[in-house]
């Protein structure tokens, strides 16, 4: 069974898709392998219709939300999917939801520090570029690229006491932690629908505070004087709405008790999963 997921074209990284080889290789390193007859779909929302029809689909804890959603036939095996409104789209019942498969990281997580501090900003793999780490590294910000090592990032954000996201698996990943997070959105490219869908499996709503836009840098133009300074006064003026947002907003962290059960109930499908494959 081959795991599969989504892979940027131009090469680069992604945190929540790269959590995939780093997760499954550690929990499920006994069922991968390189057979294209059985595809393993599992953090990510790559259920569409643009997957190899011939190949039987083994879908844990994947979403829907971007293209058309596929026909499911018998190539299709669902043991769960990211949340509700992915079962909607794909006409199953909500016994079969549990959550983003991410979940499953729990056992693998660094333990908690002793003291915990700072304030993490984490954009979208597609917004992010240099001009934001400045204005983090320019107002006490700490920086979390999605394009990052993952166990880097998972570091950093075990550390925090607060995480600014508009990358979801940064807020699903920092839930899991304990560490409380705000959505927020700096660009239209960020797809609610999936959001909405995990938040949902958790009991959550998803109400990003609008942050605006910060451009990069042009690598054609002339950083001169006068655009050097408009530069500095936009992330001055941008990094005063990030901390309204920190002081005015209660802050996101699902609920102990239903995180535990949700928890419990994907440890039981991998359970399954490998006595299924193995024979254990």
């Known amino acids: 069974m081959r795991l599969h997921y989504f892979k940027c074209p131009d090469g680069s990284s992604n945190f929540g898709d790269e959590l995939n080889p780093w997760l499954w290789q550690r929990r499920i390193p006994e069922i991968l392998s390189d057979d294209d007859q059985v595809l393993f779909l599992g953090i990510g929302t790559v259920l569409n219709s643009s997957l190899a029809s011939g190949s039987r689909k083994l879908v844990f804890g994947s979403g829907c939300g971007y293209h058309r959603p596929p026909r499911l036939d018998k190539h299709w095996d669902i043991r769960f999917v990211r949340g509700p409104l992915s079962a909607r789209v794909l006409g199953l019942s909500n016994e079969k939801v549990v959550t983003d498969a991410a979940i499953l990281l729990r056992p693998l997580l660094p333990t908690a520090p ?3 501090s700072g304030y993490g900003f984490m954009p979208h793999w597609q917004n992010a570029h ?8 320019e107002y006490g910000l700490i920086y979390i690229d999605p394009a990052g090592p993952v166990e880097d990032t998972l570091r950093k954000l075990n550390s925090l006491t607060l995480l600014l996201t508009e990358a979801m698996h940064g807020a699903i990943v920092s839930d899991l932690m304990g560490v409380p997070w705000i959505p927020i959105s700096t660009n239209k490219n960020i797809l609610q629908f999936k959001w909405r869908d995990w938040c949902l499996s958790l ?3 998803y109400c990003p505070s609008p942050i605006p836009p910060l451009w990069a840098p042009s690598a054609a133009s002339q950083d001169g004087t006068a655009r050097k300074y408009r530069r500095q006064v936009k992330r001055r003026w941008i990094a ?6 920190i002081k005015g907003r209660n802050p996101l962290l699902s609920d102990r008790r239903r995180l535990e059960d949700t928890a419990r109930r994907a440890e039981y499908q991998l359970t399954r999963l490998r006595a299924e494959f193995t024979g254990d």
């Open 114 to 116: 002793l003291n915990r």
């Open 130 to 137: 240099s001009e934001w780490a400045r204005l983090c590294d």
């Open 203 to 205: 009991g959550l709503d």
């Open 240 to 245: 005063g709405k990030l901390f309204s947002v």
